[in-house]
């Protein structure tokens, strides 16, 4: 929890007053081992953040105001499991799946107070293949669905040579996507003139 000065004296919009917030976070990991090449995780956590702000603007219109409510509550809860294992002696895996759901309530920043929430799952693996002593081959990718844009897929491709020791050439190619923010997507910031001065 934390109580903070925010503003500066005589500056009408961005006046003297305290911000009020606070955080939390728990996070829970289960992790199995099945020998020195092999291991199974399962991880989960929650984290909360809130914030209250709220000040008024003077207008040159005597009698109205702007109140500004920039308060905000956000929220993220995950799971993920990852299963990482020796294949063959030349090769190594891992695989995973992964849920989250963020929520976030601002009147400021969505023009209303109810919670504007998106929620993702994926499934991710990853190949690593010594097929030369000096030549390691990286292949996977990542399939994932998410509320506001929909699935896609982001392949992967390396190629590691290493002539020597402490000189390795690379060379690869890979396809990313850019999840946008729930700013970006619903955005929607309003002000209103307020006659009665108050919030």
């Known amino acids: 929890e934390n109580s903070t000065g925010a503003g500066f004296p005589g500056n009408a919009g ?5 911000l009020e917030g606070g955080s939390s976070y728990a996070q829970l990991q289960w992790t199995r081992s099945y020998g020195p090449d092999e291991e199974l995780r399962l991880s989960a956590y929650y984290q909360r953040e809130t914030g209250q702000e709220r000040f008024i603007i003077p207008t040159p219109v005597p009698g109205i105001t702007i109140p500004v409510d920039a308060g905000h509550t956000t929220s993220r809860s995950n799971i993920e499991l990852q299963h990482t294992f020796q294949a063959r002696p030349d090769m190594r895996v891992v695989w995973g799946l992964e849920a989250r759901k963020d929520s976030v309530t601002s009147r400021q920043m969505f023009n209303t107070g109810d919670a504007q929430t ?32 929909g699935t896609s897929l982001a392949p992967r491709l390396m190629a590691n040579f290493q002539p020597m020791a402490g000189q390795t050439l690379r060379v690869g190619v890979s396809k990313a996507y850019r999840t946008p923010s729930l700013a970006e997507q619903k955005g929607d910031v309003r002000y209103y003139y307020s006659p009665l001065g108050t919030l």
């Open 14 to 18: 961005n006046p003297l007053r305290t």
């Open 118 to 149: 998106t929620s993702l799952v994926r499934g991710f693996g990853n190949l690593e293949w010594r097929i030369h002593p000096l030549v390691l081959i990286n292949a996977g990718g990542t399939l994932e669905h998410y509320s506001l844009t």
